[in-house]
């Protein structure tokens, strides 16, 4: 595809359920970066990838969440026994390569709702 | 920790009029500073971005003013328009981090 894939585009689940959350990045795209954004909150980082290792996991809220990267692409964002403050809009993002200044593309989100 | 300070949070502006957006940082190293636009149901998109080496950038309708003693630095939207009306963000990184720390929005309504 031409731009960032993310799926499931919105999910409900119950509170104390394991969610995985997945993003395809633009082909060819080597970093791959995960965000979150909560109500009249701005995009807060949660972890970026470079190929398929993690450099920076300092974002992670907790230790209920854990990302991985497979093959240089897709990435899957695994949030464990959920809480109604994990709900939230996830966004992942990619760019060329990682590294100052670089612009990043984002998908459209995945809405997920904790009830 | 809130690196970027962003206002106001939420711009009413009538079309044609100028909008005005503003941020501050904290970190003396941040040194490059774009602007993402998001319409709902959809990703930010980037906009435009400005390095400290100049104090304003202009792309269109799009300005960014850039203030480096007083480490602020804003969006100006000339000519407001319906179709501008989108939350804003703006966004922060350095070259030791590279890591894009973001603004808390700002939604602008544009109204014909």
């Known amino acids: 595809g031409a731009g960032v894939s993310q799926s499931p585009s919105n999910k409900v689940t119950e509170k104390g359920k394991d969610v995985e959350l997945r993003c395809d990045p633009i082909?060819?795209?080597?970093?791959l970066y995960w965000y979150r954004q909560s109500l009249g909150q701005g995009l807060e980082f949660l972890i970026y990838?470079?190929?398929?290792?993690?450099?920076?996991k300092s974002g992670l809220p907790s230790d209920r969440f854990s990302a991985e990267r497979t093959g240089g692409s897709v990435s899957t964002l695994t949030i464990q026994r959920t809480q109604q403050e994990d709900s939230a809009v996830y966004l992942c993002?990619?760019?060329?390569?990682?590294?100052?200044?670089?612009?990043?593309?984002f998908g459209e989100g995945s809405w997920l709702t904790v009830v | 920790q809130q690196q970027v300070k962003q206002s106001p949070q939420s711009l009413i502006v009538q079309k044609g009029g100028i909008s005005i957006i503003n941020c501050a940082y904290e970190?003396?190293?941040?040194?490059?500073f774009p602007w993402y636009q998001q319409f709902p149901g959809k990703g930010p998109a980037l906009l435009i971005a400005i390095r400290p080496d100049v104090s304003e950038k202009k792309e269109g309708r799009f300005t960014i003013s850039f203030n480096k003693s007083a480490k602020q630095f804003s969006l100006h939207i000339m000519d407001s328009q319906p179709g501008d009306s989108a939350t804003y963000f703006c966004?922060?990184?350095?070259?030791?981090?590279?890591?894009?720390?973001f603004g808390t929005g700002t939604r602008l309504q544009v109204f014909p």
């Open positions: 082909s060819g795209h080597t970093a």
């Open positions: 990838f470079q190929g398929n290792s993690a450099p920076d």
């Open positions: 970190n003396t190293a941040f040194d490059y």
């Open positions: 993002a990619s760019s060329l390569v990682y590294g100052f200044g670089n612009t990043i593309y």
């Open positions: 966004a922060a990184s350095s070259s030791d981090t590279d890591k894009l720390i």
